[in-house]
Every structure is written in structure tokens, then in C-alpha cells.
């Protein structure tokens, strides 16, 4: 139907983007989702909606899910562009974001291939997301986007090279589609994710976070919503954090 919302959500048979499905389907969203891993298609069925074995690497999966969505639902109304880690991260040897002289990072052992594959897999998917979705949501009207990024890109760590690299270019390119797109009421937000639950950081993380606990995927799903939803009609262009306190700039 015509007023039915749709959503597409990426990477999304676990973790973030997983919970972020369930949130959107328990609101009345009729969804599209995709990951590589065919935990998405087992997803789908659950959930009753449509679901593809693909990779944000590859535009021709991005293609597919965008066609795949307008197909069965004849629009797009909300994008979460959500993707997987980099694989040059050290993350289970995160203590917090504190600088650590300690820390093995993996900076310069990055080959060349390794920060091409990183803008593949942390920010160009959100570009050509954006370019597949954008004419449609013009014809219709209206649209919203919100990428997942890390609070890496606000504070970069050594922990994840490319993740504090690379996504800060997204959170530019969110603020720049704002600027473009939000005159025909289509708007890209950017959520800055600290410490998720699904990841299993060890327990002694939970002593840098003010709220002493990582972020829950049905808090994910529940910030997600909220920036897809009127209630935030008038907020676009924004990186918000999303780390329980974790974040010291201002």
C-alpha cells in the first residue's frame, strides 16, 4: 500500500542491523534486508518481509536490494545503512578510548588494498546507497537516512585505523547530503555507535562508559526509529553520539 512504510536495512541479519529491523518491524515498517551471510534471508522470513544474500562491498547486491525493495513495495521510505567491522581492528584489546602507549595497533601493518577495501566497506556503500535511494525519495516527497558509524570517527582510536579514518569522511558526507537534500524534505543523519552490546567486549570496558554498560541493540533500533520518525522531522545533518556518556568533546 501506498502509505505503508518501507525501510531497506543493511548488514542486517545480526548485531545493529539486525536489531534494528526487529525495532522498525514491531513499529508497522515493511522492511528489505540484506547481508552476506544468509542470516538476513532467515531474518526476513521471521519477520515476514523481503531479504537478499549480499555484501555493501558490492554495488550490484546495493542495486539489487534497492530494486528488490521497490519491487515488492513500490517505494523506499527510510534507509539504515549499516555495514560490518574492519577487519584491521583490535578490538578485544579495547580498554577505552583513553590514548594507550600500550596498545599493538595495527596502523601501519595496513597494506594498501586493506584501506581501499576500508573505503568500500565504511563509506562508499553509504555514497551509493544514497545515489540509488535519493531519486526515488525525490519523486515521493520525503525520505530519511541514518548511516551507523562508530564514535571512533569523533575520537579516533588506535584500536580501529581505519574505522577513525575513513568515517569521519562520512560523517562530512552526511552533513553535505543535509545541505543538498533537506530543502525537498529528505534527510541523512549519522549514529556514532560506542560500546554495543553484541560485540562482547570484556567487562572492564564498562568502567569508561558514564552509563557503566554498552548500548543495546533494542536501543539501537530505538535511536534509529526516532530519527526515521516525524518526531525528528526537523533534525538532519547531525553525527550523533550514541556511547552512553563516552564521548568527551562538547
Not at 568502567?207 to 526516532?226: F, H, K, N, T, Y
Request: net charge negative.
Amino acid at each position: 500500500m501506498a502509505d505503508d512504510k518501507v525501510a531497506v536495512v543493511t548488514a542486517s541479519g545480526q548485531g545493529i542491523g539486525a536489531g534494528v529491523a526487529r525495532g522498525l518491524h514491531a513499529k508497522g515498517y515493511r522492511l528489505a534486508l540484506m547481508s552476506p551471510s544468509g542470516r538476513s534471508i532467515a531474518l526476513a522470513n521471521e519477520l515476514g518481509c523481503v531479504g537478499l544474500n549480499g555484501s555493501v562491498t558490492e554495488p550490484a547486491d546495493l542495486e539489487a536490494l534497492v530494486g528488490t525493495a521497490l519491487d515488492e513495495y513500490g517505494h523506499i521510505d527510510a534507509v539504515c545503512a549499516n555495514t560490518g567491522l574492519e577487519e584491521w581492528g583490535v578490538g578485544s584489546d579495547s580498554r577505552g578510548i583513553a590514548f594507550n602507549p600500550d596498545l599493538e595497533s595495527n596502523l601501519l601493518d595496513v597494506t594498501d588494498e586493506g584501506w581501499i577495501g576500508g573505503l568500500d566497506l565504511l563509506f562508499m556503500y553509504a555514497v551509493r546507497l544514497a545515489r540509488l535511494v535519493t531519486p526515488h525519495m525525490l519523486e515521493r516527497g520525503k525520505g530519511a537516512i541514518v548511516n551507523i558509524s562508530s564514535e571512533a570517527a569523533h575520537a579516533p582510536m588506535l584500536e580501529y585505523p581505519l574505522t577513525s579514518t575513513i568515517r569521519t569522511g562520512l560523517s562530512a558526507f552526511t552533513k553535505l547530503y543535509s545541505d543538498k537534500y533537506s530543502r525537498h524534505n529528505i534527510r541523512m543523519n549519522t549514529v556514532m555507535v560506542g560500546y554495543a552490546s553484541n560485540l562482547g567486549f570484556p567487562p572492564e570496558v564498562s568502567r569508561c562508559i558514564p552509563m557503566q554498560r554498552p548500548g543495546s541493540m533494542e536501543e539501537a533500533a530505538g535511536i534509529v526509529a526516532l530519527l526515521f520518525s516525524d518526531d525528528a522531522a526537523y533534525i538532519t545533518g547531525e553525527n550523533l553520539m550514541w556511547d552512553g556518556g563516552l564521548a568527551r568533546g562538547l
